[in-house]
Every structure is written in structure tokens, then in C-alpha cells.
């Protein structure tokens, strides 16, 4: 019998492998390719997406280093498995992030109890001017790269049919998120604020507004584990139900040295 943890993993496949520009079976999970936005991880990866035993960190680093050599990114959906392989990779010098999934437990408060402002469900034209100004706040969003992204998440959100949740102020869009679904479950993703407006249970609304608009339906959504919106979430009926481990190996110019040009020897001794 299939889990709601089974169901949500499916879900997160689903849309990642429709994202992608292709795909490549791996023996424990599948490499994810997106040439036009290569800095997005999330499309541009190895996931390893089961526990599988005698897998060494030093076999899944090779993999993302043959296949994406210039910005190495490894994805494991399984929580042991992720936790298992972390000191390595920390010892090595990759980066290490843990990604909390929450699922609903319960259904979600009034949107209107959280605060006065207008939230409905709109275009996704209408928040993209919300998500270019986050993008423009990352270390990364210069002109051209926040122009790509953006051309990249239309696409995503036309491919995948993303629903678009907005609070208004005054006439004004200032917090959104998106509302994603397939045949297995709905993420709640894409949450923001804009700084002028935080504080004052606007994405509280937001997320209370999609979550109820999810048609009964398996709803997640992701969050950092070591942030304070995790508890946000959890007044809004979210449970902790499982980490997803990324792991980000230094970005390294384009030289025109592949990891096909190194032996697996090479790697760090705490990959070995």
C-alpha cells in the first residue's frame, strides 16, 4: 500500500522530470538536465530517490560530477539515507542543506481571520512581479539571470497548470505563492512577502487560502528546516513529516574539463 510519503515523493518526480529538458535512469534514482537555466538546481541534478544499501557518497558524488561538472547538485528523497551520507559530504566541502516537508493534517484556518487584506486566487501573470523582486534580492539576480528564471518558471507553471494565490494592499500584489498538483498530492510553494508588508499574517493568509483551495487532496509543502516559518506552517495545520537532503558541490568555472576528464580517485578521501 502506497503511503502519503510514497504519494508525495511521486509528486515531486512528477514535476521535476515534466520540468526537465530531459532525464537519465540511474540505478538508484534519475539525473535531471535543464540546460537553459543551469545555476536552478532543483533541474539540474542527481536524485537519488530510495534507500539503497552500500551506497557510498563517493559513488553518488562521481555521478553529479560526471554529469554536471561546473555546479555538482545531488538530491535524496530518502531521510536515512540523506542523514547517513551528510558527515561525508560536509568532511568533503560540499554544502548541506536540509529541507523539512510538511504535510496537512488538518484542514486550514479562515483566511480572513489572519488579516484584512483582499486574497484570492489569480493569473500567474499577476504575481510575477512578485517573484522577479525576490529573485532580484538573491545574491545571483542580476538583469540577465533573473530574465532567464523568470522565462523558465512561466514555462514551468504553463507545463505543470500552477495556480497563483494573492494578497492585495491598496490594489497592490504583496504576498503570493503558487499552488502546484498532480495525480499524487499538491505543493504549496513559492511563498513571499515583500518586506514592506511582512509580519502582518499576510502569508498566513496566502498559504491558508491555497491549502484550503487544494481539493481535499494530499497537500505538502517545503520549508528550511533549521527556519522560523516552520512554525507559521504549523498553526496552519502542518506537520513535520519528512527532510529532503541537498547536497551542492563548489561551482567551478567552465574550463572545458569535465568530470569524465577524472578518475573517481580523485575525489575527496571523505568521499572514497
Do not use: K
Request: charged share 25%; proline share 7%.
Amino acid at each position: 500500500m502506497r503511503t502519503d510519503l510514497d504519494r508525495i515523493v511521486a509528486h515531486l518526480c512528477a514535476i521535476e522530470d515534466a520540468v526537465a529538458e530531459r532525464t537519465e535512469p540511474l540505478a538508484w534514482g534519475t539525473a535531471v538536465f535543464h540546460g537553459r537555466v543551469p545555476w536552478v538546481r532543483e533541474v539540474n541534478m542527481v536524485r537519488v530517490e530510495a534507500a539503497v544499501t552500500r551506497l557510498s557518497a563517493g559513488d553518488i558524488a562521481f555521478a553529479a560530477e560526471e554529469r554536471f561538472p561546473q555546479a555538482p547538485a545531488i538530491e535524496v528523497l530518502h531521510e536515512p539515507t540523506g542523514a547517513a551520507l551528510a558527515p561525508a559530504f560536509a568532511a568533503a566541502g560540499w554544502q548541506v542543506s536540509r529541507h523539512l516537508l510538511m504535510a496537512l493534517e488538518r484542514p486550514p484556518p479562515d483566511p480572513a481571520a489572519a488579516t484584512a487584506a483582499t486574497v484570492a486566487e489569480v493569473s500567474p501573470d499577476d504575481v510575477w512581479p512578485l517573484r522577479e523582486e525576490w529573485m532580484r534580492s538573491e545574491p545571483w539576480g542580476a538583469d540577465d539571470a533573473v530574465a532567464a528564471m523568470l522565462r523558465w518558471e512561466r514555462h514551468r507553471a504553463e507545463l505543470t497548470g500552477a495556480r497563483a494565490f494573492c494578497a492585495h494592499v491598496d490594489e497592490r500584489p504583496v504576498s503570493m505563492c503558487l499552488l502546484l498538483s498532480t495525480p499524487h498530492a499538491t505543493e504549496v510553494e513559492r511563498v513571499y512577502t515583500t518586506p514592506a508588508h511582512r509580519a502582518g499574517g499576510l502569508a498566513h493568509a496566502v498559504v491558508a487560502r491555497a491549502a484550503r483551495d487544494a481539493a481535499h487532496q494530499l497537500t505538502f509543502l517545503f520549508t528550511d528546516a533549521h527556519g522560523a516559518a516552520q512554525h507559521l506552517y504549523a498553526r496552519l495545520g502542518f506537520r513535520r513529516a519528512w527532510v529532503v537532503y541537498r547536497f551542492s558541490g563548489a561551482r567551478r568555472p567552465a574550463d572545458g574539463i569535465g568530470a569524465s576528464d577524472r578518475a573517481q580517485g580523485s575525489l575527496p578521501p571523505a568521499l572514497r
